[in-house]
């Protein structure tokens, strides 16, 4: 029987030295070594993250809101070092996700077919 | 470097045959195989899920609903399987907690310590 936490740790091992994080990581690096790449960066994940807290409390976001996030996110995407981290993070999210899905099995087959979410 | 799909398929299996993944699966079953231990843990979870639910969208509770859920939660706790089973669950949910710590080290050192939630 494999100790988990042994198992736990390879995978750690596995993702840290994994190309998808050794991209995310430079890419990561990149955008905080420049000071306006930095700045547009973080405005856009203040934004991202105040929008996605309002509706996850219900909360009616504004037409304003809503066009004043486009904006940003249009900003960003223009910007190739932040197009590229959102990139690696967009492939390190997907790796995470197949993870998190292979090892939860034991428990979906247990308590049945997930809910869609 | 390590296969980070292998290292997966390793940390399920570790956990599939963990004392603590057999422990709850027996009690799991034992809940499931009596139908009046099943209704009662059902109606217990469909009452937690409830009130999460409206917690997250930030709706009020009224004190009815928290005497309700008391109560249910009184009830379930007196029942020797049902309580056995919640244990368990208790159990593995710690150990899956340890792990998603473990896995996501990297990602947190990348992008500081995470806010408090
Ligand atoms: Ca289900
Ligand atoms: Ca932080």
Redesign the interface.
């Known amino acids: ?18 190309e998808e ?1 050794q991209g ?2 430079q890419a ?1 690096e990149t955008v905080m070594a420049d000071e306006s790449a930095k700045t547009m960066f973080e405005n856009f994940r203040t934004t991202q993250i105040e929008l996605q807290e309002k509706q ?4 009616e976001i504004s037409e304003e809101e809503v066009e004043q996030a486009k904006k940003v996110v249009e900003l960003v995407q223009q910007h190739p070092d932040i197009s590229n981290l959102m990139e690696q993070e967009q492939r ?1 999210n997907v ?2 996700n ?2 998190s899905k ?6 979906e087959e ?2 049945g077919a997930p809910e869609e979410q």
């Not at 996850?56 to 909360?59: E, F, V």
């Open positions: 029987m494999t100790n988990i936490y042994d198992s736990a740790y390879d995978l750690e091992k596995a993702i840290r030295e994994s994080f995310l990581k990561y996850m409390q219900g909360q390190l790796l995470i197949d993870v292979i090892i939860t099995k034991p428990l247990l308590y």
